[in-house]
């Protein structure tokens, strides 16, 4: 093994300092938060679930409720600037709850405005989609929202994770594998650009 190849991989797996918030809401899939969760934590770093919800949030498995999860910090209480990263689970459930949410969508919107990696699967892009600001940008999601995204200005691609910039976006649970692969890369690279034309995508 390489000098260099050692070097990408501790890069790529080393979170150590780095604070990651969870942005949910009841109905989230439950393997679309648990699994990035659970590899997040084992990279390093220190993951925060963040919801308007006091206490617990509530889970979805595939078409009936699940587990519960507790709530670190309720929304108003937290504060974007704290975190690192923002991570987005899907569900079709909890996007839409927290697209109808200004609290939730100006949480994400700093991650956006700032340059700080930002990951959302499945029909996590929906929250997105409220700040305005995914035009230009290289985007997948779960298919049935793809018309959303493209009509939101981003390029949609049926790809199980496309990396623009910091921004890191999966399809569905089939895809979870490559989506924290790339979701903890992005991380570790820490702040991206944020004005200008975005020069960097990828699409596996």
């Known amino acids: 093994m390489s000098h260099f190849f050692k070097l990408k991989t501790f890069i790529m797996t080393s979170l150590d300092n780095k604070r990651v918030a969870i942005l949910t809401d009841n109905g989230f899939e439950e393997i679309e938060l648990t699994s990035p969760k659970k590899a997040l934590e084992e990279a390093g770093a220190v993951v925060d679930i963040v919801s308007l919800q006091a206490g617990h949030v509530k889970g979805w498995n595939h078409d009936h409720w699940s587990i519960e999860l507790p709530v670190t910090i309720q929304l108003n209480d937290a504060s974007p600037e704290d975190y690192d990263a ?63 995204i493209k009509n939101a200005g981003a390029s949609w691609h049926d790809k199980e994770v496309v990396v623009d910039n910091g921004l890191v ?6 895809d979870l594998d490559a989506f924290n692969s790339k979701m903890i890369e992005e991380i570790a690279e820490g702040k991206h650009m944020t004005t200008g034309a975005f020069t960097r995508s990828e699409t596996v």
């Open 169 to 174: 976006t999966s399809r569905s649970p089939e």
């Open 86 to 148: 923002l991570l987005i689970p899907g569900g079709v459930i909890n996007p839409d709850q927290m697209r109808n949410h200004k609290e939730y969508v100006s949480f994400a919107q700093h991650f956006l405005e700032t340059g700080k990696p930002v990951a959302a699967i499945c029909h996590g892009p929906q929250l997105l989609i409220e700040t305005g600001m995914l035009a230009g940008r290289e985007m997948t999601s779960y298919p049935s929202i793809q018309t959303d």
